[in-house]
């Protein structure tokens, strides 16, 4: 269940040292991105007895860039203004509960300060009502309250109003509440925050109790998640044991479970017996907050180019290429690591506070880099295989409630996906540069096969390529038919539009996730043989080259089609050597083999094809290499032999025949010589198909 997982995330960080300040940056948006302007004004009310002081400030620094103006916040004194960011509603409204009198103000809000009953009746009774401390109290006793601040404001606050959009943070300084302190002096330490100076004592500081402001924050949001359901004296759903009060799994901040989806609840539950689902006591919610403030930090999104090999057609270049990175919708990634057993939580922990440092190389061999291996640019530090690791996937925005999981790859064995991604090192450091010197093809990064789930959507599909995840991190078997269905219909198209550097890019592809197959069979499934990659034909390739073929090494419908294309190469050199004077263009495979308008088939390749060489050699004196009739006797008794399977495994064949036919090179015996000029333009080999 994901709330467990979550739960068991939090709850080291809950119980850990780290220090207030950082808890309480965690669990609020004090460095939120989207909170930084609000620091702009800071509104500073200390409330006394009989008086009540006012102090405006500012929280950072202006900064002026290309003239263009910026603010920087402090890091030091914006914790000690504990404020919440809404997610979803009308940010002017009153929302949630609060845990202390820190309240977001706007636009709308300051302007309103000028007018005492306005600011009191949109503003200040709204939140003295739902925060800690004041929602106890009479209706009269806050509405005096507000009565008092309403006052001072409208006389000293609309000063500091000006016509330009203005954002500010208010904080009700107010001692009768525990989390206040005035001290003489000024105390800075790990559970007292200091504030400001007094506006009402002068030489007094004001200070925040950090502990006491988390205790507040646990359960003010324990208090929002009873809005869909309590129950007095229940068993929790996670500890199993019956508490005072279990509440709803419910959270503001973290809408995975939003109160304005129907499929999650039943039909026979009131807006308020969401309980009857999932229940919670206060501290396994307390530790589910910390988890879910947690998961948020360390989300990451996946890059637009990456999703664009996820999710384009794998059947079609052209298609890939119209898409744009920018037609995808935006998809999340989360790592969460969890122990087999809840054992050291100090070790958890140090792990975690890894994970929210975001590093761009390994600090370890160890270290999974899940940039290759997920697609997310996370470093998970180094772990046993007594740990877990799951990955969730997730679209839609969080902050609405509108988010849709993707996928949720659970239980990944560390030593598994390190295996996985030092193969994914050795096929992109070493192994595709030698299938490209093997085509002649430039060597260059190739994208597709730098991360796992680009390498696997350009095999299987967008509709397979959680699937496909799953498979490779429970160390299940792979199967490769689409990639030859993919394969063949590329080379088609391509083929028909002469378009040769292509296609030597999707071989290049082709046989780059054939050696990755064979190293994950070996390695990881410990299954030997069945994958072929390109190394597999070096051996085939002399055989031909020497007229030592014969058939029993044409095994299967794979050593036909590969033959077949090494044989139609050496036969278009020679024939282009007797035509290219009456046409320069001439391809003996195009304008003789194929039909007009149509796609290459087996059929076409044996009847309109090798049948024909002979009698073509006869007429135009072609002088074939010595190896070449000898081989193509047992090809065409091969095509006999096999007749029925070039239809069912026809991409197989046709991918092995481009393959032969891409990869000949000219022997000694060979007496073509391809022209000079033709064989340049041929060694660039386009570009990989991003």
């Known amino acids: 269940m994901l709330a467990e997982a979550i739960i068991r995330i939090g709850r080291p960080i809950k119980d850990s040292d780290m220090p207030c300040r950082d808890k309480i940056r965690l669990l609020t948006d004090v460095s939120s991105e989207n909170c930084k302007n609000f620091f702009r004004h800071v509104f500073l009310l200390e409330i006394m007895e009989k008086d009540i002081g006012f102090q405006p400030m500012e929280l950072g620094d202006r900064e ?11 890091p030091i004194r914006n914790v000690a203004f504990p404020i919440f960011y809404p997610n979803g509603g009308n940010p002017l409204h009153a929302q949630g509960i609060y845990p202390l009198p820190c309240y977001l103000v706007y636009d709308p809000h300051i302007k309103a300060m000028k007018d005492e009953e306005a600011f009191k009746k949109e503003f ?6 739902k925060t800690l401390g004041y929602r106890d109290r009479t209706e009269a006793e806050r509405a005096a309250l507000a009565d008092r601040i309403a006052e001072l404001l409208a006389a000293r606050g609309a000063e500091l109003i000006t016509e330009d959009k203005q954002l500010g943070v208010m904080m009700i300084f107010d001692q009768e509440l525990p989390m206040f302190h005035k001290y003489q002096e000024k105390r800075e330490n790990e559970l007292s925050m200091w504030i400001a100076e007094s506006p ?13 402001v988390l205790k507040r924050i646990g359960r003010a949001k324990f208090y929002e998640a009873a809005e869909l359901g309590k129950e007095k004296n229940a068993l929790s759903t996670f500890t199993n044991r019956k508490t005072d009060e279990v509440v709803s799994i419910y959270n503001k901040s973290w809408l995975w479970l939003s109160p304005t989806w129907e499929s999650p609840r039943s039909i026979y539950w009131n807006d308020d017996e969401w309980t009857k689902g999932i229940k919670v006591d206060e501290e396994s919610y307390a530790a589910y907050l910390y988890g879910v403030q947690f998961l948020k930090e360390i989300q990451v999104p996946i890059s637009s180019a990456v999703l664009k090999e996820m999710f384009a057609p794998i059947t079609s270049v052209e298609a890939k290429k119209m898409m744009s990175v920018e037609s995808f919708e935006s998809i999340y990634g989360i790592p969460m690591v969890l122990p087999l057993t809840d054992g050291d939580s100090r070790q958890l922990f140090v792990k975690y506070q890894k994970l929210l440092k975001k590093r761009d190389e390994k600090q370890s061999d160890g270290d999974l880099q899940l940039k290759v291996l997920a697609g997310i640019d996370r470093i998970v530090p180094e772990m046993g295989d007594e740990h877990r690791l799951t990955i969730l996937y997730y679209s839609g925005d969080l902050s609405r409630g509108n988010m849709h999981i993707r996928a949720m790859i659970e239980d990944v064995i560390p030593s598994v996906a390190g295996q996985v991604e030092k193969i994914l090192y050795r096929l992109s450091a070493r192994e595709t540069g030698k299938i490209q010197e093997a085509f002649g093809v430039r060597e260059q990064p190739v994208y597709r096969t730098q991360n796992l789930p680009a390498l696997l959507a350009n095999v299987y599909g967008p509709g397979y390529v959680w699937a496909s995840l799953r498979r490779v991190f429970h160390k299940e078997p792979l199967r490769w038919e689409r990639l030859h269905m993919a394969t063949a219909r590329k080379l088609n198209e391509l083929a028909n539009k002469e378009d040769r550097g ?9 046989y780059s996730f054939l050696y990755f197959l064979k190293e994950y069979e070996e390695k990881i499934l410990h299954k030997q043989g069945g994958v072929r990659t390109l190394a597999d034909w070096d051996e085939f390739i002399n055989l031909y080259n020497q007229g ?13 089609g590969f033959v077949s294309g090494l044989l139609l190469k050496q036969f278009h050199n020679s024939y282009y050597q007797k035509k290219k004077n009456e046409n320069p263009k001439i391809d003996f495979i195009k304008h003789r083999v194929m039909k007009f308008g149509s796609k290459l088939t087996p059929e076409m390749i044996w009847k309109n094809g090798l049948l024909r060489c002979e009698e073509i050699d006869k ?13 193509l006797a047992y090809t065409l008794l091969g095509f006999i032999e096999k007749k029925n399977l070039l239809i069912t ?14 990869l000949y090179k000219k022997n000694n015996e060979d007496g073509s010589e391809l022209d000079e000029k033709m064989e340049k333009t041929e060694e660039d080999g386009g570009r990989d198909n991003e």
């Not at 002026?64 to 402090?74: D, G, I, L, S």
């Not at 292509?502 to 082709?510: A, G, R, T």
Request: a negative charge.
């Open 64 to 74: 002026t860039k290309e003239k263009k103006e910026t603010f920087q916040v402090n």
């Open 124 to 129: 200040l009774l709204p939140r003295l009502g």
């Open 200 to 212: 009402l004592t002068p030489g007094a500081h004001l200070h925040l109790d950090g502990e006491e």
């Open 502 to 510: 292509q296609m030597l890019q999707e071989l290049v592809f082709h």
């Open 548 to 560: 030592e073929l014969k058939l029993e090494h044409l095994k299967n419908v794979e050593d036909l």
């Open 619 to 631: 007429q135009l004196e072609m002088n074939m290499g010595k190896n070449f009739y000898p081989v």
């Open 649 to 662: 495994d026809k991409d197989l064949f046709m991918t092995a025949f481009w393959s032969g036919n891409l």
